[in-house]
């Protein structure tokens, strides 16, 4: 029904590379609740009633019908003796008399019996109504879900299989709940930097890119696939108009967005056409490490970008130095709306956004923890203890790519990537 839930907990991709995703059923259990599995089960109990019925119907029919031909003889004398005395009253002597009344006696508990046979005939016409209606309905739920047989469930778990994969393709949404174990893609580049792949382009798109430094660079090389981002071969080199600052920089429908070094501007630069399209100022934004995460690095403005769109974390004297969390108009960089979470941004080791919810480490070193979620779509915030694998001891460079469902890692010279794990709640209506 509309009000079924299914907890959906889902990964993206095991370090094997298979697509992990796991549904789990309502307590009560779906099947049961489900409305053609609630008809068969009215109409089995109907089947038992009338097998019931027709068992006792069955017994008393037998019993009866013994009793009807034992007294057949005496129904025939009976009838002979009545034409007799009806052609001659003299026969009819007192003896006779009593001899009839005597058959009669001996014939009367057979009343009961006939008013027995007459109430059964009404049963049997109420049992025939039901197998009517009974028939009728089988053969409805038969033609909507079609033979019992093998085949046929086995093609119905084929058909849910394919239905849950496309849900989970389109879904991509959820309360994080779990980050895997760190998977090591490649060792290279200085202690800082970052690398990422484009978020939202299709899955045929595999390129990587790779920006090594955490301030004045301006070198950006792009790989064709991500092999060859881990062999090293295959890429061509895009150099930026202006330099970066900080780490935060993300790969979005074909364009990087980052900050301009020695300033608060956001830059979007568009790879095909190697050209800035637009720059604009984050107001009031902390740059030149006012603000930066716990690590440093001129990491003062951090974009982002999750399954609603592109963000921009940063902070402003005005927030005194807590973390803000600012949607922004992917064509002009315009802010559209911000959030003040509170959290003081140099506490933070790194954060990422997910389904418009910005999740924040308590360090950059080892044993650090997902430790504070911020939820932008009821403005409220929750302390988290989620373990996070820390397996190089310096995070400086920390992105969700929605497309992937995984966490991008720049961890002290290694490329480094964590599946996530998602928990769903899906209200089932209709598809």
Sequence with gaps: SPDEGWQVYTSAQAPDGKCLCT???????????????????????????????????????????????????LMKGLDSRLKVAAESQKSLNAKSFQELKDKMTELLPLMPVLDQYKSDTRLIVHL??????????????????????????????????????????????????????????????????????????????????????????????????????????????????HPWAGTGHVVFNGSLYYNKYQSNIAVKYHFRSRSVL??????????????????????????????????????????????????????????????????????????????????????HLAGAKIYFAYYTNTSSYEYTDIPFHNQYSHISMLDYNPRERVLYTWNNGHQVIYNVTLFHVIKTSGE
């Design 23 to 73: 549904a789990v059923i309502p307590v009560q259990g779906t099947c049961s609740r489900d409305l053609r599995s609630h008809q068969l089960r009215q109409l089995m109990e109907k089947v038992q009633n009338i097998s019931q019925s027709m068992e006792v119907l069955d017994l008393r029919t037998y019993r009866d019908l013994q009793y009807v031909r034992n007294t057949e003889s």
């Design 278 to 363: 637009v720059q604009r100022s984050l107001a009031g934004a902390g740059y030149n490490n006012t603000f930066p995460y716990s690590w440093g690095g001129f990491s003062d403005i951090d974009f982002m970008v999750d399954e609603s769109g592109l963000w921009a974390v940063y902070t402003t004297n005005q927030n005194a130095g807590n973390i803000v969390v600012s949607r922004v108009d992917p064509q002009t960089l315009e802010v559209l709306r911000s959030w003040d979470t509170g959290y003081p941004k140099r506490s933070a080791g790194e954060s990422f956004m997910i389904c418009g919810t910005l999740y924040v480490t308590n360090s």
């Design 128 to 241: 025939k109504e039901e197998v009517r209606n009974l028939s009728g309905s089988l053969l409805a739920i038969q033609e909507e879900m079609g033979a019992y047989d093998y085949e046929e469930l086995q093609q119905r778990v084929l058909m849910l299989e394919a239905r849950l994969h496309a849900c989970m393709q389109k879904l991509g949404c959820g309360k994080l709940t779990g980050v895997s174990n760190p998977i090591t893609i490649r060792a290279s580049g200085s202690r800082f930097g970052s690398w990422m792949t484009d978020t939202m382009t299709p899955s045929a798109d595999s390129r990587v890119w790779y920006m090594d430094g955490y301030y004045k660079g301006r070198r950006v090389l792009e790989f064709r696939t991500l092999n060859d981002f881990v062999t090293g071969q295959n890429f061509v080199q895009h150099l930026l108009p």
